[in-house]
């Protein structure tokens, strides 16, 4: 069965940094590409970041770009997004997902919530 | 950078309904779109990738159609488990992997 499961999540003050973390089971990690994306309360999906399988090609969307950053462990079947400069409209539910011919996101995690507070 | 509308923004039908949900690219994708679900609180399901090929477990009153800038997504025969926001995905362009803003299917 597939599985994705974040954490990392909680509450941090506007400039604060956080990172999440994503394990994966089910699936050989190291044969697919991944995804973050993001879910504001009461929004649409927004996709924020892609990397490929082997992790030598990453994107970003234009509103995190500079400030998060996707990386991978493959051995470890670990996907993360370091996060800094977090500012209030940053706040939103992360879910990893599974990029799948060519970046559909056929598995989705479950989320983690990320607040961004005073 | 590639924008994605849909219409109708909110839709109110009954079960039993043929409803039809149209998402417009700003630009041609080719076939490169997908259509998720998303019910209250529960994670996004893929339920139509390539415009028009059904994910693997979706009930076949779902489908989907339409290439380059117009696409739709019909569900034949609307079913209480349907209710849901209804998102179209495109893998084409940059910004690489936008999503519409969403269609709510409620019931009437």
């Known amino acids: 069965e597939v599985q994705l499961v974040e954490f990392g999540g909680g509450l941090v003050q506007p400039g604060g940094s956080l990172r999440l973390s994503c394990t994966v089971s089910g699936f050989n990690f190291r044969e697919y590409d991944m995804n973050w994306v993001r879910q504001a309360p009461g929004k649409g999906p927004e996709w924020v970041s892609y990397i490929r399988s082997s992790g030598n090609t990453i994107y970003y969307a234009d509103s995190v770009k500079g400030r998060f950053t996707i990386s991978r462990d493959n051995a470890k079947n670990s996907l993360y997004l370091q996060m800094s400069s977090l500012r209030a409209e940053d706040t939103a539910v992360y879910y990893c997902?599974?990029?799948?011919?060519?970046?559909?996101?056929?598995?989705w995690g479950q989320g983690t919530l990320v607040t961004v507070s005073s | 950078d590639i924008q994605l509308t849909q219409s109708p923004s909110f839709l109110s039908a009954s079960v039993g309904d043929r409803v039809t949900i149209t998402c417009r690219a700003s630009q041609g994708i080719n076939s490169y779109l997908a259509w998720y679900q998303q019910k209250p609180g529960k994670v996004p399901k893929l339920l139509i990738y390539?415009?028009?090929t059904l994910q693997n477990g979706v009930p076949s009153r779902f489908s989907g159609s339409g290439s380059g800038t117009e696409f739709t997504l019909t569900i034949s025969s609307l079913q209480p488990e349907d209710f849901a926001t209804y998102y179209c995905?495109?893998?084409?362009?940059?910004?690489?992997?936008?999503f519409g803003p969403g269609t709510k299917v409620d019931l009437k």
């Open positions: 997902a599974r990029g799948w011919f060519p970046n559909y996101f056929d598995f």
């Open positions: 995905q495109q893998v084409y362009g940059y910004p690489l992997y936008t």
């Open positions: 390539a415009a028009s």
